[in-house]
């Protein structure tokens, strides 16, 4: 493949952070009951300085999450404070000329929607629609929502594999979990395009390159259900790749510190699979856990090799948000797996940018890859 490419002019770069993730101090959702992040990357409070070092990185794009907790920390009971920091990190990236992607729902719940069921039960949709219409409506320059981060994954992992709160194995909730969602991101939808009918609205939707048809009917329901589903409710499709599967089993040659295989290929074949649906695409996370940063840059570079070769071949790719920016707390991992392409200090705090960051700034420079 070539070594040279050019990207659009107007392609997006840069990376993307979720809120319990990385800003510490939220102990009011579901999750720090179980797996408490602390102080996590004090982002809360260090959110200048971290945009500070993407853009010294070239970034021109960031995707973040609103923490649904700190802004309605009771049922009906909004926080201005809250709303106004959100205000106040939308505002620092648009002083550094970078595109907030506004990320509504990664994963955590408040607590009195816990209690009463979260996703399973039907209500919660409508609780969210008014979290939604509430934070849409007071956060004005934001351009690009991503209502739900990876309902397959949280689906899964909460309900099939019992691993995340609320720590069930029940493929009756599973499903019901599955279709709240998705009536949520519809109305949603209608709500953010009735307060502006120019903003642009996706969910970031992980989609796992399935080689051999005797995955078919996991790649239909993975892949293809949710959007199928949602096909007149989003302007685009946000894409989180990080996962290949052959049949019988992967061969695992390359794997990262969390012992995912890294097949850079399956990222082309995922794109081309999604050009069926006619809507842009933003790569809104594709990373790797590489503690020792050896394989980050050759990741970066082979991942957007085969976006170029999908662009070239008609797939309306339009950007690519590396995950992570920083390291950060890995869910039910903990801090040991390290995304970031800034290395993380979590006694002191201290950020170190990683060799693969500042190739990652040259590939952003050059609008293409230099070897």
Not at 66 to 75: F, N
Not at 108 to 114: D, G, K, S
């Given at each position: 493949?070539q070594n040279?490419?050019?990207?659009p002019?107007?392609f997006l770069?840069?990376?993307a952070?979720s809120a319990?993730?990385?800003?510490?101090?939220?102990?009011?959702?579901?999750?720090?009951?179980?797996?408490?992040?602390?102080?996590?990357?004090?982002?809360?409070n260090?959110f200048?300085e971290?945009f500070d070092?993407?853009?010294?990185?070239g970034?021109?794009?960031h995707?973040?999450?609103?923490?649904?907790?700190?802004?309605?920390?009771?049922?009906?009971k909004f926080s201005?404070?809250e709303i106004?920091?959100?205000?106040?990190?939308?505002k620092a990236l648009?002083?550094?000329?970078?595109?907030?992607?506004v990320?509504?729902?990664?994963?955590?719940?408040?607590l009195?929607?816990?209690?009463?069921?979260?996703?399973e039960?039907?209500?919660?949709a409508?609780?969210f629609l008014?979290?939604?219409?509430?934070?849409?409506?007071a956060?004005e320059d934001?351009?690009?929502?991503?209502?739900?981060?990876e309902p397959?994954?949280?689906?899964s992992?909460?309900y099939?594999?019992?691993i995340?709160?609320p720590?069930?194995?029940?493929p009756?909730?599973y499903?019901?979990?599955?279709?709240?969602?998705?009536?949520?991101?519809?109305?949603?939808?209608k709500?953010?395009k009735a307060i502006?009918p120019?903003?642009?609205i996706?969910?970031a939707k992980?989609?796992?390159y399935?080689?051999?048809?005797?995955?078919?009917?996991?790649?239909?329901?993975?892949?293809?259900?949710?959007?199928?589903?949602?096909?007149d409710?989003?302007?685009?499709?946000?894409?989180?790749?990080y996962?290949?599967?052959?049949?019988?089993k992967n061969k695992n040659e390359?794997?990262?510190?969390?012992?995912w295989?890294?097949?850079p290929e399956?990222?082309?074949?995922?794109?081309?699979?999604?050009k069926?649906?006619s809507?842009?695409?933003?790569?809104?996370?594709?990373?790797l856990a590489?503690?020792k940063?050896?394989?980050r840059?050759?990741f970066?570079?082979e991942h957007l090799?085969?976006?170029?070769k999908?662009?070239?071949?008609?797939?309306?790719?339009?950007?690519?948000?590396?995950?992570?920016?920083?390291?950060?707390?890995?869910?039910?991992?903990?801090?040991w797996?390290?995304?970031?392409?800034?290395?993380?200090?979590?006694?002191t705090?201290?950020?170190?940018?990683?060799?693969?960051a500042?190739?990652y700034?040259?590939?952003?420079?050059?609008?293409?890859?230099?070897?």
């Amino acid at each position: 493949m070539q070594n040279n490419l050019k990207f659009p002019k107007d392609f997006l770069w840069g990376a993307a952070t979720s809120a319990y993730q990385v800003e510490g101090g939220i102990d009011n959702c579901d999750w720090a009951k179980i797996f408490p992040a602390g102080k996590a990357c004090d982002h809360y409070n260090r959110f200048e300085e971290d945009f500070d070092i993407a853009k010294s990185l070239g970034h021109n794009a960031h995707r973040f999450s609103i923490e649904w907790s700190r802004i309605e920390p009771e049922e009906g009971k909004f926080s201005e404070k809250e709303i106004e920091h959100y205000r106040e990190v939308i505002k620092a990236l648009r002083e550094r000329g970078i595109e907030p992607f506004v990320t509504l729902w990664h994963w955590t719940l408040p607590l009195w929607i816990r209690d009463i069921g979260g996703w399973e039960n039907k209500d919660t949709a409508e609780h969210f629609l008014k979290y939604v219409f509430r934070i849409t409506h007071a956060l004005e320059d934001v351009r690009f929502w991503i209502t739900l981060n990876e309902p397959e994954i949280y689906a899964s992992n909460s309900y099939l594999k019992g691993i995340w709160p609320p720590q069930k194995i029940n493929p009756i909730a599973y499903f019901k979990v599955i279709n709240n969602l998705i009536k949520a991101h519809k109305k949603s939808y209608k709500i953010i395009k009735a307060i502006n009918p120019d903003e642009h609205i996706g969910v970031a939707k992980n989609n796992i390159y399935f080689e051999g048809w005797q995955f078919f009917l996991i790649d239909w329901f993975w892949n293809k259900y949710f959007l199928n589903k949602i096909k007149d409710y989003h302007d685009f499709i946000g894409l989180n790749y990080y996962f290949h599967r052959r049949f019988p089993k992967n061969k695992n040659e390359i794997v990262s510190d969390m012992d995912w295989e890294i097949y850079p290929e399956g990222i082309y074949h995922v794109l081309k699979n999604l050009k069926k649906y006619s809507k842009p695409i933003y790569i809104t996370e594709n990373g790797l856990a590489d503690a020792k940063d050896e394989k980050r840059t050759i990741f970066i570079k082979e991942h957007l090799r085969w976006v170029h070769k999908a662009i070239e071949e008609g797939v309306d790719a339009k950007g690519y948000l590396h995950w992570s920016l920083l390291d950060n707390f890995e869910w039910d991992k903990g801090f040991w797996p390290r995304f970031g392409l800034v290395e993380m200090d979590y006694q002191t705090m201290e950020r170190k940018i990683r060799p693969s960051a500042l190739e990652y700034k040259k590939i952003i420079e050059n609008n293409g890859i230099i070897e």
